[in-house]
């Protein structure tokens, strides 16, 4: 009887195993396949300054459409990207169309940045100045259009390749901002020496930090720390009025959140901008 249970635990975990890696396979198929038809869509969510409630930027994020139409999360096939190598050609693709974007919100009359994700294995590739570079020159995008994001953890893996890297990229003249901040284990020392200009605050602090005093310490602390640093910072995944009028209070001057706007399609933002105008 043991055996037989046993034998049926086994066949559920398989089954189970089977139609998981069924669904990978089907993803990096789709994956491979957008990269190819330069399919890659990209979502732009808007960047707002808390006080004016006016859009002062926004955040460049990557979505794949899969066979039946649907809108596959980042959260699924950006680990996927990444261990299969694809992430190096994924970056350039959202990199390329962020510039080509900006471009259009220029010459619509927005002279706002866009800000692009860099994952770790991109920023430490020898070849992303010079797509940064390329992206830049092949759009005839001013430099202070564009900002990279970097989590704090690609940060910290080499943190002297890193300083190299920063000053490199700074020299463009493009924006870096931290991504995700206070999640990975940063070293306030070398932090101190990197070349950056913006903290973004992690989404996980902001999300209870009406309700749980340690999160509130936690967004509060952030927020002097990026100060006394002179940087500019951004609070993620800020949905309701109290956490705007909380990190008004404590001196953050930006946001991004579903209290303003999800990430929309180009031609939503566009319209947004232009709405404001
Ligand atoms: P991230 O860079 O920290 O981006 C912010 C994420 O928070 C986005 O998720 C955004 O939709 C979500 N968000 C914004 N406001 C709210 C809110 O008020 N509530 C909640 N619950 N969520 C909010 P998304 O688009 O699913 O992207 C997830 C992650 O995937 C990104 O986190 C980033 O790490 C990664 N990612 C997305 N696009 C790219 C890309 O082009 N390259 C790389 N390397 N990573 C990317
Ligand atoms: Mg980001
Ligand atoms: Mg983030
Ligand atoms: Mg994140």
């Known amino acids: 009887r043991a055996k037989q249970e046993g034998r049926n635990r086994y066949s559920f975990f398989s089954d189970d195993l089977e139609a998981a890696l069924l669904q990978r396979h089907q993803q990096e198929k789709t994956l491979r396949a957008a990269?190819?038809?330069?399919?890659?869509?990209?979502?732009?969510?808007?960047?707002y300054d808390l006080v004016s409630e006016r859009i002062v930027g926004a955040e460049a994020l990557a979505r794949l459409q899969g066979e039946d139409g649907?809108?596959?999360?980042?959260?699924?096939?950006?680990?996927?990207a990444e261990e299969s190598g694809l992430i190096l050609?994924?970056?350039?693709q959202v990199l390329y169309k962020a510039c080509s974007e900006a471009k259009r919100l220029l010459?619509?009359?927005?002279?706002?940045?866009?800000?692009?994700?860099?994952?770790?294995?991109?920023?430490?590739?020898?070849e992303l100045e010079q797509h940064v570079q390329k992206a830049l020159s092949e759009y005839g995008l001013p430099s202070f259009m564009l900002e990279l994001e970097i989590t704090e953890t690609a940060l910290m893996i080499d943190p002297q390749l890193t300083k190299k890297k920063l000053d490199k990229l700074k020299s463009?003249?493009?924006?870096?901002?931290?991504?995700?901040?206070?999640?990975?284990?940063?070293?306030?020392?070398?932090?101190?020496?990197?070349?950056?200009?913006?903290?973004?605050?992690?989404?996980?602090?902001?999300?209870?930090?009406?309700?749980n005093k340690h999160d509130?310490?936690?967004?509060?602390t952030i927020i002097s720390l990026g100060q006394s640093m002179g940087l500019h910072l951004v609070a993620e995944g800020v949905e309701t009025r109290d956490q705007r009028r909380a990190l008004?209070?404590?001196?953050?001057?930006?946001?991004?959140?579903?209290?303003?706007?999800?990430?929309?399609?180009?031609?939503?933002f566009l319209s947004l901008i232009k709405s404001e105008q």
């Not at 050609?89 to 350039?92: A, K, Y």
């Not at 001196?251 to 939503?268: D, F, I, K, N, R």
């Open 70 to 80: 649907e809108i596959i999360s980042p959260a699924q096939f950006i680990p996927l």
């Open 172 to 211: 463009l003249g493009i924006s870096i901002s931290i991504d995700d901040f206070g999640t990975g284990y940063s070293s306030l020392s070398y932090l101190k020496t990197y070349n950056v200009d913006i903290m973004k605050i992690d989404m996980s602090f902001i999300k209870d930090m009406l309700s």
């Open 89 to 92: 050609e994924l970056g350039e």
């Open 216 to 220: 509130y310490e936690i967004v509060k």
């Open 107 to 126: 010459y619509n009359g927005a002279n706002i940045p866009i800000s692009v994700n860099v994952a770790a294995a991109q920023f430490n590739s020898p």
């Open 35 to 47: 990269l190819k038809d330069n399919n890659i869509l990209v979502y732009y969510q808007p960047k």
């Open 248 to 268: 008004i209070k404590l001196g953050c001057p930006t946001a991004q959140g579903y209290l303003y706007s999800p990430p929309v399609t180009a031609e939503q």
